[in-house]
């Protein structure tokens, strides 16, 4: 479908409301017309790009939500009004900024929604013991949250910026301009992952409480739960929308790297004596081992 300057001048907003979602190819365009469409289009709640190179395409290049000038054979008004130049006029270039913008919000979506669902079990573990007067409310000191903040740390801003895109990323519509960073959904999922960790960890507290297991005892076997929920947190909250047996193949090789020094430094804790001496831990069994692996994978 088609559609001249002179026809889309002579519409009432209304109509070019209609015509502007239906038409594929507008001629001969002068400055009045690309700007009434660039209006229409926004009028329908669209995210619209313009491009353009000449004098004509200042107005609608400034009104459109990112105006994108040439840098070649651009003028310097169309350069001026514009939000972005693309440097060698290649307009390919303008998918690979799209992807690669998708991919940065998205990945510092990750690490955000990772460090709300951690930090909610530390804040409840540390608490509720505490609050509630159980036999051992001391659970962690200041230099245990220190060390998982360390851990932490590392593993929002390394692994989850160094992340490839998904395969969905340039499927998806563009966001509303009235879309918050979190939707209620997103919010409700980390919070959710944070409190079943929780459990998980209260779960683990009263076992060792209930089996007469000492303060250092209950204490490393809470501690190394915590580390192996985090350790699969951070796998798991990879991706969104496909599952740990699809992200296990994206090719991150610091996922690989942080984990295993993370493994590497909590072996040193709990076995080397004067690490857990300071951290005032104590040598489990495999038992214990096993089952803070267990219900750290369980509760993520």
């Known amino acids: 479908k088609m559609l001249n300057g002179d026809e889309l001048m002579e519409m009432d907003s209304e109509t070019l409301k209609v015509k502007v979602m239906e038409t594929t190819i507008f001629t001969r365009m002068f400055p009045e017309a690309k700007l009434k469409i660039i209006q229409a ?3 329908n709640n669209q995210i619209v790009a313009m491009t353009g190179d000449g004098v004509n395409d200042g107005p609608a290049l400034k009104s459109a939500h990112i105006g994108i000038a040439m840098g070649k054979k651009g003028t310097e008004i169309a350069k001026q009004a514009a939000n972005l130049i693309l440097i060698d006029d290649d307009f390919s270039k303008m998918t690979d900024a799209i992807a690669m913008g998708r991919r940065i919000y998205v990945n510092l979506k990750k690490a955000i929604q990772y460090i709300i669902s951690i930090h909610i079990p530390i804040i409840l573990i540390v608490f509720i013991p505490l609050a509630l007067g159980w036999l051992y409310p001391n659970i962690f000191t200041p230099v245990h949250i220190i060390f998982l903040e360390i851990i932490m ?5 390394i692994i989850y910026e160094n992340e490839p895109m998904e395969h969905n990323l340039m499927l998806q519509k563009p966001r509303p301009m009235t879309t918050t960073f979190f939707n209620l ?3 409700t999922i980390s919070i959710i992952q944070g409190l079943v ?3 998980g960890l209260l779960f683990v507290y009263n076992y060792c409480v209930d089996e007469g297991f000492t303060e250092k005892y209950t204490r490393t076997t809470v501690f190394l739960t915590l580390i192996m929920s985090n350790i699969f947190l951070t796998l798991e909250n ?3 929308y496909y599952s740990v047996f699809t992200t296990i193949r994206y090719k991150n090789n610091l996922v690989l ?6 493994i590497g430094i909590t072996s040193l804790l709990l076995f080397v004596p004067v690490f857990s001496n300071f951290f005032l831990f104590e040598k489990v069994d495999k038992a214990q081992i096993g089952l803070s ?5 369980v509760s993520v």
């Open 41 to 43: 289009l926004k009028a």
């Open 153 to 157: 740390g590392p593993t929002c801003s």
């Open 185 to 187: 959904k997103e919010i």
């Open 197 to 199: 960790i929780t459990l």
């Open 238 to 240: 990879r991706s969104f």
């Open 257 to 262: 790297m942080i984990i295993g020094i993370t």
């Open 293 to 297: 692996v267990f219900v750290g994978f």
